[in-house]
């Protein structure tokens, strides 16, 4: 495959990558729906400025992890047709970097929704 060129041929595959990713890849679908989800909430919740980056960074680390994750598998698979032990290791780590990076968004995103979550618990128990 020839190298692009032109900035916009460069950013037409990047578009090509991602929307393949989403079209084959079921765990890209699952973080694409979170991260519309997490925004919603940080919009709609009043989420501080500063919240909201921290919000979007994570998401779009998960993200950019599940596309390296999804690079290294076809490269494996392409590489190493056939079952091997190191093909299995390269692809369970690279499995393993998501499932870090994910749990680590996760557990940041409970940190920042839990005290909203709390108010408005509160306001609900105040208006019983």
């Not at 499995?95 to 108010?119: D, H, N, R």
């Amino acid at each position: 495959m020839a190298k692009s060129h032109s900035l916009s041929e460069s950013f037409r595959h990047a578009i090509d990558g991602f929307a393949d990713a989403v079209k084959s890849e079921r765990n890209m679908k699952i973080h694409c729906a979170a991260t519309v989800i997490i925004t919603v909430f940080a919009f709609t919740l009043g989420l501080s400025i500063g919240e909201k980056a921290v919000l979007l960074i994570l998401c779009g680390l998960v993200i950019a992890a599940e596309l390296f994750n999804t690079a290294l598998e076809n490269t494996v698979d392409l590489a190493s047709p056939e079952l091997h032990p190191l093909a299995k290791r390269a692809k369970d780590s690279a499995a393993a970097a998501v499932f870090i990076m994910s749990i680590t968004a996760a557990v940041v995103g409970i940190i920042i929704f839990w005290p909203y979550g709390m108010e408005i618990l509160d306001n609900i128990q105040h208006l019983i």
